[in-house]
């Protein structure tokens, strides 16, 4: 069955520095997403993409982060300069077509600001 | 703006007890109703859907029934495994909101054997 995969697992980086979380969706998935998931508490939207821009972001999604779509495959979302609060599981999720249609998630991958 | 409210946890039970885990929305329109479920150290999985009035999803032996006159969603399994414990989340998405889901804050079922 086709799945979403996410990598790496787990980053551990340091305060100020950027990160970039990669995704791969399911090959014929038209939408893009990525939540997070501070420790402890519920999945939050950050934002979606399609046809190579975001359709919608949430306000924890400001200047600090940024997805690119940079080739077929894969889906990345950028964290500039990591703060502390970012600290947190981030999902990514695919699905055929936007509205009302089945999102499926990867694995996540667990960022650790230090 | 729309949202979810579920049963706060932790809920823990025997195994073979019945389950309810509460969940109640806000939404304008008509939503599609999830239960989405997280395992120790996995990631979400989509545990059964609704996306209609009166619909039941089921899944697992676990149901769900979307009413929209008490715009509830409450998810019950009549008898629970030790398989069974996890992190269970409601979920909505709604053509207002267009195609994110909104998720309610997480319930975490712990089965005792």
């Known amino acids: 069955e086709p799945e979403v995969t996410q990598t790496p697992s787990h980053q551990v980086t340091q305060m100020g520095q950027e990160v970039i979380l990669r995704c791969v969706p399911i090959s014929n998935h038209l939408y893009f997403y990525w939540y997070r998931q501070i420790l402890g508490q519920k999945v939050e939207f950050l934002v979606s993409?399609?046809?190579?821009?975001?359709?919608?972001k949430s306000e924890i999604f400001d200047d600090q982060f940024s997805v690119e779509r940079p080739d077929g495959s894969n889906f990345t979302l950028k964290i500039r300069s990591t703060k502390l609060e970012d600290s947190a599981m981030y999902f990514c999720a695919s699905s055929e077509v936007g509205q009302n249609y089945e999102q499926y998630f990867g694995p996540g991958t667990r960022l650790t600001v230090t | 703006g729309n949202s979810v409210t579920q049963m706060e946890g932790p809920v823990t039970l025997s195994e073979e007890a019945f389950l309810t885990i509460n969940c109640t929305y806000t939404a304008t329109g008509y939503p599609s109703l999830f239960w989405y479920v997280q395992y120790p150290g996995e990631g979400l999985q989509l545990l059964l859907k609704?996306?209609?009035?009166?619909d039941k999803g089921s899944n697992k032996g676990f149901e769900a029934t979307y009413r929209k006159e008490t715009t509830s969603f409450h998810l019950e399994k009549g008898s629970v495994q030790v398989s069974d414990s996890a992190v269970y989340f409601c979920?909505?998405?709604?053509?207002?909101?267009?195609?994110?889901?909104?998720f309610g804050s997480g319930t975490r079922l712990s089965i005792r054997p």
């Open positions: 993409f399609y046809n190579n821009e975001i359709s919608e």
């Open positions: 979920a909505l998405t709604s053509f207002s909101s267009a195609s994110k889901i909104i």
């Open positions: 609704a996306t209609k009035a009166d």
